[in-house]
């Protein structure tokens, strides 16, 4: 089996020897074990920090040469505590893993795992370690790193390779709940979760898992295990597909809310075809990502406006880049409005039942809630509110759709990731 | 040009950046510059201590495997600060850079250098920077560390295998002296001093240069210049055979000192032939280097006390080891004494000038220094006394054969290393 610990549960020497004392228990229970470690708690920030003071804009390649050393020092340390604790075990880098991946540093996407050194060391006993979030360039064989989520797709994708059972992904919540429950007292933890919507609850904010790690497990059929590094529960089940459930047992399965995004409307933008495409095609080349989107109808004076969501760090940007097509374009204005929130609301059971988008705006509008932008896909409906409003709409929909359990929800400090 | 920064040099964000500067200098000076780094002045001890929290006894593999996070910390760290001072810059692991090494985890030993990864980034006008201290074992592909002086070791082989003019190593301190300054107030900096000269103070207890860089660089014929990063002095250029000194012109270069040796006397041994021959026995099999030995004539009851020194770390473990050995040779006793120093004299002008061991002898009678143990090589004669004797004894010989300057010696804050 696959086991990934994250930054927080790595963050102390001591916590470092409960880990290892988790790994080492997990292969006396007889199971070939392999482990990807984030860097330790703070590390990345202070390297971040230290390569801020020597130069501003630090080059990328050198970047990546800087940020993998705190995963080989997490991964180096919870090597020799296993060793401490009587099993032995060996540290590999995510080039010695056989990680290959694309030049991009900063954001390189895994090509291909051929993980012969774990495989060997497997084969004669030892615990492996690989260094999470990093591999190698095939073509210039500079080390990359892999950007959000990086450890957990380094995880998943080594599970793929080595066709482990499972896929456990260790943090310091106990799993997927039904909202979150900072938020809905009444959350309730889900055992099992079909990847299809674990996809879109982490594409609506859900910050559980990263949404290449789910959608990498998914294309390879892998279990993940989203569990807690603090306590022995079981935790939540991702795997399955919705195609799997019968049709009659669909169910709606939990909320979701994301405060990182921001709104932009280019206003009295003359309604002729191309004018919209050459907006997109602007934000496309500033490689910015757009998510929700809307087109008010024309008016009267065959102007119409645009409105569209983005991550808030690209906002700034964003309205530059707009701004630029001002002359070209002859449009009104650019706005930016960073006080929106999304909430979504995930679950293969829409598909069967009629009423649930229905059901889902009543909730919202009993909350004295308005949707600005509604957004759908076969098992999601999505709605942008104002921010200051998240909390009520959370608690509504999630109320409206009877997700709760009947305990209150346990909170650990720091949960959330 | 090769160079190379020690820890010190390297100890914060803004010594990084000064230490850019100079490097940015160097290359627009017409040079193609090669820099190896050590890791961040404390990063090392950190590690160390992470290391022993979490196992008291770490695994050697391991430890190396952390440790080398600390070269590639910096390295990436010098190579930004020269990109935000107008060069381009690499940085590459000692693996990457092609330093293939035995497999002895925390002691490797070089045994080739093939940096077509170097010579390629110079060839584009990068400079490269290669960390110190590492490089990858040739038959497990594992990564090692190289013991004493690894770093300082790695950029002389680099010099050699890249044929490079001169291989400057920079710490903070501004070239080898007579003596050591913070001693002998007049110790005078030596311009130049030919590589088996080097070789003996080094041996002989100086911090400057370690014992195998220096062997190392005049095996391929590498100048190194010791240097200070902390100004523009030249330093002192180590190169050349004494073979090439004139004889009549050969002197008496420098006073070396040492505190860091023990004595073992084992006394009472029956002598036959066979026993010392065990006693060493015992002793190289336990992986410990002696230096200097005595014996002494046989009494008339047929017995003898064997001598010799060794470090002080390895003090405990030989008399463990010759404890055993009691019933097996019935000698009378082991004693140790660790209050003991070494005090050696240095120059290629003794070969031919009789009288030198004379007038040594009689500048440390004049000062009131018994000598233990003398030892002497064709350049070079040392002497064992109390330690607590050392500063006269080293002053006593420096003012002997008149190594003084006119002027105090500028001695710097952490001088030494």
Known sequence: MVQKYGGSSLESADRIKRVAERIVATK??????????????????ELLDLAQQVNPVPPEREMDMLLTAGERIS???????????GSEAWSFTGSQAGVVT????????????TPS????????????????????????????????????????ALAAALDADVCEIYSDVDGVYTADPRIVTNARKLDTIPYEEMLEL???GSKI????????????????????????????????????????????????????????????????????????RVIADAEIDIDMVLQNVSN????????????????????????????????DSVLYDDQVGKVSLVGAGMRSHPGVTAT???????????????NTSEIRISVLIRDAQLDDAVRAIHEAFELGGDEEAVVYAGSGR
Do not use: W
């Open 102 to 113: 694309t030049g991009v540093h900063g954001n390189a996407r895994i090509i291909d795992v």
């Open 360 to 374: 889902f705006c009543e909730a919202l509008a009993k909350v004295g809630v308005n949707i600005e932008i509604i």
């Open 202 to 204: 982490a594409a609506s």
């Open 75 to 85: 991964n180096a340390l919870v090597a020799m505590a296993i060793s401490a604790h």
């Open 28 to 45: 006396k229970a007889g199971n070939d074990v392999v482990v990807v470690c984030s860097a330790m708690g703070d590390t990345t920030d």
């Open 117 to 156: 050194r774990v495989t060997e060391a497997l084969e004669q006993g030892y615990i492996a370690l690989v260094a999470g979030f990093q591999g190698v360039a095939q073509d210039t064989k500079d080390i990359t790193t892999l950007g959000r989520g990086g450890s957990d797709t380094t995880a998943v």
């Open 209 to 280: 898992l990263h949404l290449r790690s789910v959608e990498y497990a998914r294309r390879y059929g892998v279990p993940i295990r989203v569990r807690s590094s603090y306590s022995d529960k079981p935790g939540t089940t991702v795997a399955g597909s919705i195609e799997e459930i019968p049709v009659e047992q669909a169910l709606i399965t939990g909320v979701a809310h994301d405060r990182s995004e921001a709104k932009v409307t280019v206003t009295g933008v003359p309604d002729h075809a191309g004018a919209a495409a050459r907006i997109f």
């Open 300 to 331: 009267t004076a065959g102007r119409t406006d645009i409105t569209f969501t983005l991550s808030k760090a690209n906002g700034p940007k964003a309205v530059a880049e707009l701004e630029k097509l001002k002359g070209e374009l002859e449009f």
